[in-house]
């Protein structure tokens, strides 16, 4: 069926890439949704009786896949559990955990939580109080390797198989430039769209990996969805801020761009699957967590590591 802008409603939304416009909320959700359930059926996401972990930070994407999740998995046998980051960030995780809260409350829905003041002894917020010059990275770099750390940790530790992320089209687009504008070819491997095995990490999902995030931000408004709107003040540190804002650019001159883009990193990781499967070596594992890892220490307690000896060195009696 072809949507074109001659169609006689009160509109709701066009969607560029697709020339679509919606009339109505019940037309959006059911579109919404139905594309989600797509995405999971066509990676093979989910079996009918997971334990699903759904990772929530209290922003717009994680809260909407929450409720979504929730809803769909009505009709299963599954269980699901919210897990639940701390960062540290004052005036910002702190509006984030009371959203989670209220929300794990009026669905019911159990709600593990950690900070990783308690898991690495450091706050995002003093992390961004060392110089940068002493420090090297953004704090998004020491963020996002503990989000992926610490959320693992949750999931592995409450006996979940799927570990639900809420990843959006813009997310993976933006991942995927990144490496390939690192040269990292391996890290492009980790974003494999179907959940993978191994052994003390429980497999991942993305049912919103083919959603735009303005179509998220739409969905969450027409339906009321609780989120923090509230940016994260470091996010500007990273590359990934750079790239979010030149792909908008992007998507806005030349509508489908981010689809272009995940569906290439899709092609690259079937071509790197057999290169890897031709390689394949003995699993590391880190001494202080005993999670897999491709050095002596994982990257999590590396940058973990690494910190404290810059508090160290401050330290007059060393």
Known sequence: MVYSLNRKCTPIYYKRDAN??????????NYFIKKIKKTISKWKMLEPDSKIAIAVSGGKDSMTLLYILEKIEREFPSEIIIIHLDEGIRGYSDKNAI?????????????????????FGFTIDFVASIPRSKRIYAACTFCGVWRRWGLNYLAYKNNADRLATAHC???????????????????????KPYPVSSEKIVPRIKPLREIPEKEITLYAHLNNIPYNDDPCPYASEGMRWNIRVWLYEQE???PGTLYNILRFGERLITILEKKEKNNEKEPNFCKICGFP?????????????FLQKIVDDKNPLN
């Not at 989670?100 to 159990?110: C, D, M, S, W």
């Open 99 to 119: 959203i989670v809260r209220k929300a794990a409350k009026e669905l019911g829905l159990p709600l593990y939580e950690a900070s990783y003041k308690d898991l």
């Open 252 to 254: 806005e001159e030349v």
């Open 20 to 29: 679509r416009i919606f009339c109505s909320k019940s037309e959006f959700n």
């Open 169 to 191: 089209l813009d997310d993976e687009a933006q991942t995927i430039l990144m490496n390939i504008l690192r040269g990292s070819l391996t890290n492009i491997l980790k974003l």
């Open 293 to 305: 890892s491709t050095r002596e220490l994982c990257k999590a307690h590396e940058l973990q590591v």
